[in-house]
């Protein structure tokens, strides 16, 4: 510090920064890069400008797959959150008042930490946990059990109609956990005489949750919102697992990532598959500034 500040804060930056430069922007700059070029990963690539860009356009699969994003989209945020406020606030508050103090549902501590448990599970495990109970002959958990009352066994992955959302049945039961621990710390802000006093003008738990946990948890909601939509824009981890011939059948539940790796690893398209990637890149970014700008309210003051 007896040389000024500036350099104090330079010496600390300069690891982390070059560090980042190193590792994130100059990987993302050879991406991009490599997207205007034809190379195959062994040749040098020729320079084709946006010739990968335009096919890109014109490719079925690739809208195919955007547009199950969308499904994921809209899907995996709303009923993650829905059923993780459901739970948080059945967990912080859902026991009503007891000695004048609003207290959650008997053993919440231990509801916590069982509906946290599926985040902490590998995306393999998972993979190799959900084909074992969605299994489409009788061995499988669920066909099992429909087995046993004379019904037909259901094609979870097999099923083009029933697949995408099978998969998306899993993101979710993966992801509730998380979302509630994040809501319960945000319930846990808010002051509990603000509860008290809502019960005492005879408001109800529906109108508790909509009138006060709702308006005071919307920055909480709208970084779980923003969360879940880049989780519904890679999905690719699950899909390549669980999915029958990865991104199967017959391409109904494919998405992004699974078709740049299927470009690159499958088809030495690397050109191609990074204009995939800067595609998905942009599409990512251009979904968080948009979710951010439009959920934006005043902050409401405890």
Do not use: C
């Not at 998380?178 to 319960?184: D, G, N, P, Q, T």
């Not at 909601?221 to 880049?230: D, F, H, K, P, R």
């Not at 690159?264 to 948009?290: D, E, N």
């Amino acid at each position: 510090m007896r040389h000024g500040k500036y350099p104090f804060v330079i010496g600390f930056l300069a690891a982390p920064v070059t560090i980042y430069v190193v590792f994130v922007i100059a990987p993302y700059a050879q991406a991009f890069y490599m997207a205007l070029t034809n190379w195959r990963g062994l040749s040098p690539g020729r320079f084709v400008g946006l010739e990968n860009f335009t096919r890109l356009f014109q490719d079925d699969v690739f809208w195919k797959a955007l547009q199950h994003h969308g499904i994921l989209l809209l899907a995996l945020p709303l009923i993650t959150i829905v059923i993780a406020l459901f739970l948080a606030f059945m967990l912080n508050v859902g026991g009503g008042s007891q000695k004048g103090v609003m207290t959650g549902v008997w053993g919440s501590k231990f509801y916590r930490v069982v509906f946290f448990l599926p985040q902490v599970l590998a995306v393999a495990i998972l993979g190799v946990l959900f084909q074992a109970i969605y299994r489409p002959d009788g061995s499988g958990m669920i066909n099992s059990l429909v087995a046993k009352v004379g019904l037909e066994p259901i094609g979870f992955l097999i099923n083009p109609d029933l697949a995408l959302w099978s998969i998306i049945a899993v993101l979710v039961w993966q992801a509730v956990g998380f979302y509630v621990v994040l809501f319960s710390a945000g319930m846990s802000n808010i002051p509990k005489d603000i509860y008290e006093a809502a019960m005492l003008d005879g408001a109800t738990r529906m109108s508790m949750f909509f009138r006060v946990t709702l308006p005071l948890l919307w920055d909480t909601l709208q970084v779980a919102w923003v969360y879940l939509g880049i989780a519904a824009f890679d999905a690719f981890a699950i899909v390549q697992t669980l999915s029958v011939d990865q991104g199967g059948p017959d391409g109904s539940t494919t998405v992004i990532g699974m078709e740049i790796y299927r470009n690159a690893f499958t088809y030495s398209k690397y050109g191609y598959a990074s204009a995939m990637g800067v595609a998905l890149f942009f599409l990512t970014i251009t979904f968080a500034a948009l979710s951010l700008r439009v959920s934006r309210r005043e902050s409401v003051e405890m």
